[in-house]
C-alpha cells in the first residue's frame, strides 16, 4: 500500500468535472476514496450512462486504458468526488516490481468485465423491472446516491418508466 500511496496523487473533482472525456486516451486508474462518478456515452441527442463508481471502486475507461486509443465514454462526478490516482505507467512500473500489483490489476479489470457482462446480459434477458434488480444487486445504496434520471438513463428507460416500475414492485411487496 505504501508503494501505491507513494507514486499516486491526490485528485479532487466537483460535481459536472470529468476524470475522463471522449476522444481522450485513458492512461490513469483512479480510485474513488468518496464520492460518485458516472460512465456515460454521449450522442448528439442524449447521453447514456454505462457505469458508476462508488467509494472504493477504480474508476476507468479499460478498453482506452489497454488499447492506447481514445475513448468514446466520459466519466463525471456526480457529486464532489476524492480520488486516488494513478499514471498507466506508474502502474505498469509497479506490476513488474511486485506481483500483488499485477493481482491488483487483473482485479480492476475482471471487476469491470463482470459488471459490463451482467449489464450487458440483463439488456438482452430481462425487463425493466428485472433489469433494475440486478442494477441494485451491482450497485448497492445506488437509490441514495443517483438520481433517478441517471438510473433510468444506466436501464435504457425514461424516469416516468423507471416511477413505474418502482411502484408496481412495491405493490408486489405489500
Known sequence: MQKLLSISKIRSLRRG???VEEGMVCNIVALVIKGTLRSFIR????EFNNDFYFNGDFGIALTSYLTGRPTNCNIQALEFVDL???SKQDMLNLE???PDFLRLSKYIAENYFIRKCKRESSFLKFNASDRLSVALELYPGIQQKVSQFHI???LGIKP???SRVKLASLKRIT
Do not use: G, P
Open 17 to 19: 468535472e470529468y476524470l
Open 43 to 46: 450522442t448528439d441527442q442524449e
Open 84 to 86: 486516488l490516482v494513478i
Open 96 to 98: 513488474n516490481d511486485d
Open 152 to 154: 433510468a438513463s444506466y
Open 160 to 162: 416516468e418508466t423507471l
